[in-house]
């Protein structure tokens, strides 16, 4: 096998494989193999310009070489600042920080210390397997297993653990699951898996494993550094950072299932000016429209959107209409799109890939004439109205069935690229709305991947159940995405689905909900509210009248007493604007989430590295939700230093645990000091 020195790469060649690993960014290398005759030169989620100069060594065996190897043949290192990769005479990789082994590629094909003597399994660190009838090949990538490791980030998963080790991932979007393929570890590095193909990846004790079920390529980032902090930073430099989030979206957002015409809209809005609470945004929901596709108001209940849209801006009020990207049969645009190819195909059988309220077929955002059509249209009966924002729901897509292998976008088939797929749906509005307007883009989205931070996308975890156990879930969600590079981050208050609103559990449930709210990224009320005992607007089997509508949704909507609660709550969430201000400034110079995770602050501190019930809102705040029905009082770890408890100011030394009262009026909440 040989080496090469290729302009500040190092390149080699073992079994019909060409791999390729060049310094890319502070501390960082990327690592791409191929089995064709070159490389695809997509660069996927690695889009910023970046630095590095790496150190070559080509040559026989010497101390530097970590796996003890004794051979006499050729290998080789590539080191850029605190990382360096490894290549021993079999293409085996292994990643050094500060000469320390952090990660090696697993290999049991021949015998000696560097495959732990185990040839007879011949299995191989990188297995390639030609898919049947097609280009593509599937990928089979693995390493060792490091004990003790502890892994974080991959995104959003709807589970009950925060720590990724031990787990099995889908590498694939659907409604509530959001891969975004990028873990930090315990041992000092990150690592992207910078392949948007649909597959898995184990975490496991024995070893760890990514699969692409569809690939032209591998393609890896790996940084070293001294804690997540600089980790993260690492990442979102070579990713993108998120831009300035606006000011004047930083309080309350108001939204339900759903208000089903303007003056529905209106009222809520008045109701809100006359008690004295602003809310920086209001949100109208799905089917306002006449059928899916059609991307314009329905004008027997939304008679005159511009009025509507400049009263709510005369109270400072900004608006955002739900847009899917799925398109009905009966929809005047699906015609036009099927016949220019703008929207998703499928390998086999019908034609149609999403069947909730419709015949529909879902846009394809790979085609740039796709992006085009849709913001055109939405521009035309949306934005030129004045509304000021865009809910991309379903931006999975969320199919009927999600067969992956029967679906075709415009320049790949769905297994090789579909984890982007939200990416580029929200890139529809986001390449085109600093065109038209001054200021930020900020568009809500159902799901993300690797570098969606970049685009604009406030992210929320879907449609989740209003459950105390779901919402445990919710937050470890959240602090995963923020190590995964998504800071823009939120979730339904109280859980999406909800049989009885009158229900004196799910109410105590909402109030827990929305203390953990006022201290995330963005406060939004949102849910389907039951019971669904509300008649429909007309018997038409089409447009905006027909589809039900949850129960009230507004502060007020849950009794005087839950009202005095998120009164206060929402005093507390304005009263700390310009702390959220300048967090949200941190995360655009360095990728820093809003909600921390413990170890993320104090990453000396072991025990930190434990926690998942309880978090740190930027640097200053250390929040403990309430996470069980019923539960008045919890414990919470302090930190070392001084911490102040917010509800009474009481003084707490740190370095211990302490049990602290949380009636339903109060969320535990410590200020450092």
């Avoid at 602050?601 to 434990?610: A, V």
Wanted: charged fraction near 25%; proline fraction near 4%; charge should be negative.
């Amino acid at each position: 096998m040989e080496f090469f020195d290729k302009n500040g790469a190092l390149e080699f060649k073992t079994r019909g494989e060409t791999v390729r690993i060049e310094p890319w960014g502070k501390n960082a290398l990327r690592v791409r193999a191929t089995m064709f005759p070159g490389f695809s030169g997509r660069d996927w989620a690695l889009t910023e310009k970046h630095e590095g100069k790496a150190e070559i060594k080509i040559g026989k065996p010497e101390k530097w070489m970590g796996d003890g190897t004794d051979d006499n043949k050729e290998v080789a290192s590539i080191t850029n600042g605190r990382i360096t990769a490894e290549v021993n005479f079999v293409g085996i990789i292994s990643f050094y920080r500060d000469g320390k082994l952090i990660l090696r590629e697993d290999f049991r094909m021949y015998g000696g210390t560097i495959t732990k003597s185990s040839r007879c399994l011949k299995t191989v660190n990188r297995e390639w397997k030609g898919v049947i009838g097609g280009c593509d090949y599937s990928l089979d990538l693995r390493f060792e297993a490091n004990k003790g490791e502890k892994i974080f980030g991959m995104g959003q998963y709807q589970q009950d653990c925060m720590d990724m080790k031990g787990c099995t991932l889908e590498l694939a979007q659907r409604n509530s699951q959001a891969s975004v393929p990028f873990m930090i570890s315990s041992l000092g590095y990150g690592f992207l898996w910078n392949n948007p193909a649909v597959g898995r990846v184990t975490f496991g004790n024995n070893y760890t494993q990514w699969i692409a079920r569809a690939t032209k390529e591998m393609d890896y980032w790996i940084t070293a550094d001294s804690d997540p902090k600089a980790i993260l930073t690492n990442y979102t430099a070579v990713t993108g950072h998120a831009p300035m989030f606006p000011e004047s979206l930083m309080g309350l957002w108001q939204c339900k299932l759903r208000y089903r015409t303007q003056e529905e809209v209106l009222s809520v809005a008045r109701k809100y000016k006359e008690e004295g609470i602003k809310i920086d945004q209001i949100v109208i929901d799905f089917f306002h429209w006449t059928v899916q596709g059609d991307w314009k108001f329905d004008k027997t209940y939304w008679p005159d959107p511009k009025a509507m849209v400049d009263e709510l801006h005369s109270m400072g009020i900004k608006v955002i209409v739900s847009v899917w990207p799925s398109v009905d049969r009966k929809s005047e645009n699906f015609y036009p799109m099927m016949e220019k190819g703008l929207l998703i195909k499928t390998e086999r059988g019908a034609a149609q890939t999403y069947d909730y309220q419709g015949d529909c077929v879902e846009i394809d955002p790979f085609n740039p004439e796709t992006r085009k059509y849709v913001w055109e249209k939405c521009k035309e009966h949306y934005y030129d109205f004045g509304i000021d924002a865009f809910w991309l729901d379903n931006s999975e897509p969320d199919y009927g069935v999600y067969d992956f292998e029967n679906y075709r976008y415009y320049d790949a088939p769905a297994l090789e690229e579909s984890n982007m797929y939200p990416q580029m749906y929200s890139r529809v509005f986001f390449d085109n709305m600093p065109t038209v307007q001054k200021g930020e883009a900020v568009n809500l989205l159902r799901c993300a991947w690797a570098g969606s931070q970049k685009y604009g996308n406030v992210v929320w975890s879907g449609d989740v159940p209003s459950t105390f156990e779901s919402f445990a879930e919710q937050i470890k969600a959240g602090l995963n995405m923020g190590l995964a590079g998504i800071p823009w981050w939120t979730t339904d208050i109280g859980g999406f689905m909800t049989d009885d609103v009158n229900d004196p559990n799910f109410r105590q449930l909402l109030i827990r909900w929305y203390q953990f709210a006022v201290y995330s990224a963005v406060l939004r009320m949102h849910g389907d509210r039951g019971p669904y005992n509300i008649p429909a607007l007309d018997d038409r089997d089409w447009g905006g009248g027909y589809l039900h509508t949850g129960q009230p949704n507004e502060l007020w909507s849950y009794g005087e007493d839950n009202y005095k609660i998120m009164r206060r709550y929402y005093d507390i969430r304005i009263a700390m604007h310009d702390y959220i201000r300048d967090l949200y400034k941190e995360t655009t110079e360095n990728g820093a989430p809003l909600i921390r995770t413990m170890f993320y602050e104090f990453p000396d501190d072991e025990k930190c590295w434990t926690l998942e019930d309880q978090y740190m809102f930027g640097d200053k705040y250390l929040v403990a939700p309430i996470l069980e029905l019923n539960r008045f009082e919890r414990e919470v770890y302090l930190p070392s230093g001084k911490w102040k408890l917010t509800s009474d100011g009481t003084v707490f030394e740190g370095g211990r645990t302490v049990s602290v009262k949380a009636p339903i009026e109060y969320m535990p909440v410590f200020e450092k000091c």
